[in-house]
């Protein structure tokens, strides 16, 4: 295609300046495991998880659990076999390409960049949260640029592509979740805490553990970005189709279950809702300002600054690829010297920046429980558009593919009644977004020079796996 005439006299020499290569390195099986753990080691997930325990109580907590991860495996079974039928980058996007529905993926793919921002913003809050507690002498304006600054500094200079700033931040975390999630069982939690938190302080109706499980994807959501890494950057495709990510996802949650049960049997949930990071609150208002509460402490400032690191890794380079595809301006898809989408990172370093002014946590949380919910139903639906063609060399053909996909598109639209129900203006604010994403994709960017261009490439119609 290099170099070849295109409609209107247009070629891609005549674009090269935005499509500048780069030199990444495969990342190992410890840099992916240690990417997908960062991932989801966001602090802000632990206020989450007692958001939803004040709301509903351990019980219904852990039964939401349950929930989401059958909603996570069977959006998995269906992912792994598109990722075989066509295992180019752009995931989702390709994904929807193939199905007829581009526009619908190409929203839920670059719309991963602010939602993941919104993220950003609860760890702001809570990295505040943190540093104010251990310098309350010190202005607390100065925070959220102190944690932002070095980890943008970071990824300029490249070491997000190697992951291995990531690997070493989990290795530290991995030890140190082990040792608190030991003290606080042993040394805070109790019986009576435990019972009194067990049952929901609401009433409990049939749509609760929809309710519950969509608050859990919110949590969880963050495996399908890694996965984009997964597939995109590591070497060995086999390995990273059929078990990293799930493995990923299970280190966490074996990890991060025991030791949130602990903080929900320690203190009444109404005392647990006020702490802004309640792992450390916990330790601090049991035992004050001893070596646990620095552990603990400690351990949740390397997971925010190891999730801020993954998310200008992972979204820097979808906002850098949405450019080169001529739907935002060309220089937001330039990539330094070091192999980095420079001016991505910095727009969503501003992006972020956004959340030292805004807290209202359970705006956010709705706004993202919904995109994540929604995110699975569209998984399910591209894979039945997918199903229906039958000239690809490599058709989708998962083992019970297409009841379990009508039964995703089913459960998660539940689900996503269940979430409007209990808040639908941010909801709605997200499909309002969705469907502007969708109408520019399909009406703008077509419309533009380098957008006619690179769509014409994009929406080629691939029929052999074996070229991709």
């Not at 269906?78 to 066509?86: F, G, H, N, S």
């Not at 495996?223 to 799930?246: A, H, K, P, T």
């Not at 956010?364 to 060399?393: E, G, H, N, P, Q």
């Not at 089913?410 to 909801?427: D, H, M, N, Q």
């Amino acid at each position: 295609m290099s170099g070849s005439p295109q409609p209107g006299g247009a070629s891609l020499d005549d674009f090269d300046d935005d499509l500048e290569l780069v030199n990444e390195k495969p990342l190992s099986w410890f840099d992916v495991s240690a990417i997908g753990t960062g991932e989801m080691l966001f602090t802000a997930g632990w206020s989450w998880i007692v958001f939803t325990a004040f709301s509903y109580g351990i019980m219904w907590t852990l039964i939401g659990f349950v929930g989401g991860a059958v909603v996570i495996h069977t959006a998995w079974w269906l992912y792994r076999e598109m990722i075989t039928a066509v295992p180019e980058p752009g995931s989702l996007q390709s994904y929807a390409r193939e199905g007829g529905i581009f526009s619908l993926g190409t929203s839920y793919l670059v719309l991963y960049a602010p939602v993941y921002g919104c993220f950003m913003w609860l760890e702001l809050v809570v990295a505040r949260g943190l540093l104010e507690t251990l310098f309350p002498s010190v202005p607390t304006g100065i925070w959220p640029y102190a944690v932002l600054v070095p980890v943008v500094a970071l990824n300029l200079l490249g070491h997000q592509i190697t992951g291995k700033v990531q690997s070493i931040l989990v290795v530290i975390t991995l030890v140190g979740d082990v040792v608190l999630a030991i003290c606080v069982g042993v040394l805070i939690a109790n019986t009576h805490d435990f019972s009194a938190n067990w049952s929901s302080p609401t009433p409990v109706t049939w749509l609760t553990f929809f309710t519950v499980a969509g608050l859990w994807l919110g949590i969880m959501a963050g495996i399908m970005e890694v996965q984009q890494v997964l597939v995109d950057e590591w070497s060995n495709f086999n390995r990273s189709r059929d078990v990293g990510l799930l493995s990923a996802a299970w280190q966490l949650w074996i990890r991060q279950i025991p030791l949130a049960i602990g903080i929900l049997s320690s203190l009444p949930l109404a005392a647990l809702v006020l702490f802004p990071v309640p792992t450390v609150g916990v330790v601090e208002d049991k035992f004050g300002n001893n070596p646990l509460f620095y552990l603990a402490l400690a351990m949740m400032l390397v997971a925010t600054y190891t999730t801020l690191s993954v998310y200008f890794m992972g979204m820097g380079k979808i906002l850098a690829l949405y450019a080169q595809q001529g739907a935002l301006p060309r220089v937001v898809g330039r990539y330094s010297s070091r192999s980095v989408p420079w001016v991505a990172i910095l727009l969503l370093a501003g992006f972020a920046l956004i959340g030292a002014y805004w807290t209202d946590f359970g705006f956010i949380s709705t706004v993202l429980s919904t995109w994540s919910v929604t995110l699975y139903f569209v998984v399910a639906l591209t894979y039945l558009c997918m199903k229906r063609r039958t000239d690809l060399d490599r058709p989708v053909t998962a083992k019970f593919g297409t009841p379990l996909a009508v039964f995703l598109l089913l459960y998660t639209a539940v689900i996503a009644v269940a979430i409007v129900k209990s808040a639908w203006k941010p909801s709605l604010v997200w499909f309002a977004v969705v469907a502007v994403v969708v109408l520019y994709d399909m009406v703008v960017v077509p419309r533009t020079k380098r957008g006619s261009f690179y769509r014409a490439q994009v929406l080629r119609r691939r029929t052999s796996a074996a070229r991709l």
